[in-house]
């Protein structure tokens, strides 16, 4: 019995930091960063976008690498839509003004 417990507790304990580790860092995807998407909202919430003037300074205040691992997440995000996933205002901002650079 306690064999059993012993291995049951260990394979829960690798699940549990097994999933910890996989969340870790930025989450999914470059668009569910909290820190490089809260210029682009005006609420913490991010659900009020801010105006496309400061969309652009925000894009362009991002590094070329968040650019492309953004506009990156967004085409997949486009490819792979849920409701999970689903970013659509702000990937259509990013495509209207801060696609081109």
């Avoid at 690798?14 to 682009?40: E, R, W, Y």
Wanted: aromatic content about 6%; overall charge negative; charged content about 20%.
């Amino acid at each position: 019995m306690n064999i059993k417990m012993i291995c049951f507790g260990a394979m829960t304990l690798s699940m549990v930091a097994g999933t910890a580790l996989a969340a870790s860092d930025t989450g999914t995807s470059a668009l569910d960063d909290p820190a490089k998407m809260q210029p682009f909202y005006t609420d913490s919430s991010r659900k009020t976008m801010v105006s496309d003037d400061d969309f652009v300074k925000a894009w362009k205040a991002l590094t070329p690498d968040d650019q492309t691992a953004m506009m990156n997440a967004c085409e997949d995000e486009a490819k792979n839509a849920t409701a999970a996933n689903s970013h659509p205002e702000f990937c259509s901002s990013v495509k209207a003004n801060g696609g081109s650079k």
